[in-house]
Nanobody, 115 residues
Framework: QVQLVESGGGLVQAGGSLRLSCAAS????????MGWYRQAPGEQRELVAV????????HYADSVKGRFTISGDNAKNTVDLQMNSLKPEDTGVYYC????????WGQGTQVTVSS
């Protein structure tokens, strides 16, 4: 079992920045990747950015490339998401995600970008 605790989020004006952080509880299982998904009202949950914990390429949704940066500390099982140049369409609930032999999700943190 892996518990994910998120922090950050909030309300910001368009063009502003926010930083999300997520920490995974200790696990006897190896976490292979961590990242962030988001869900806008009335929409399906979508991938924002993910990264493998053993090194390798990160993956971003096309809509956030060049604006968002994912980073992490593999030793501590943490993952952050730096969000710059935020747009109203970035509004939604952001979920931390981790995968071992199964997927785990955080409770979500609200991000609201006003125009």
């Amino acid at each position: 079992q892996v518990q994910l605790v998120e922090s950050g989020g909030g309300l910001v004006q368009a063009g502003g920045s926010l930083r999300l952080s997520c920490a995974a509880s200790r696990s006897s299982f190896t976490i292979h990747a961590m990242g962030w998904y988001r869900q806008a009202p009335g929409e399906q949950r979508e991938l924002v950015a993910v990264m493998p914990t053993s090194g390798g390429s990160t993956h971003y949704a096309d809509s956030v490339k060049g604006r968002f940066t994912i980073s992490g500390d593999n030793a501590k099982n943490t993952v952050d998401l730096q969000m710059n140049s935020l747009k109203p369409e970035d509004t939604g609930v952001y979920y931390c995600w981790a995968v071992t032999s199964r997927e785990f999700w955080g409770q979500g943190t609200q991000v609201t970008v006003s125009s």
